[in-house]
């Protein structure tokens, strides 16, 4: 009867492990969707600010 309890222990134990394991994993994808975010954000804006750089290069060029 021992070796059955302790089959029993060692998967409980290790299915514990695994869900363990499953909540980390799951915190790092939410804080990389989160990063992934951030810096897309980052990449607009400095888009938009590259943009409005151009128009204002452009309307120089023209001027002269």
Do not use: H, K, N, Y
């Not at 089959?7 to 989160?34: K, Q």
């Amino acid at each position: 009867m021992f070796w059955p309890m302790l089959a029993v222990a060692v998967g409980f134990l290790g299915v514990l492990v695994i869900g363990v394991l499953a909540v980390r994993v799951f915190v790092e994808a939410e804080r990389l969707g989160r990063q992934v975010t951030d810096s897309a954000r980052r990449i607009s804006r400095a888009a938009d600010d590259l943009e409005r750089a151009a128009d204002g290069v452009a309307r120089s060029a023209e001027a002269l």
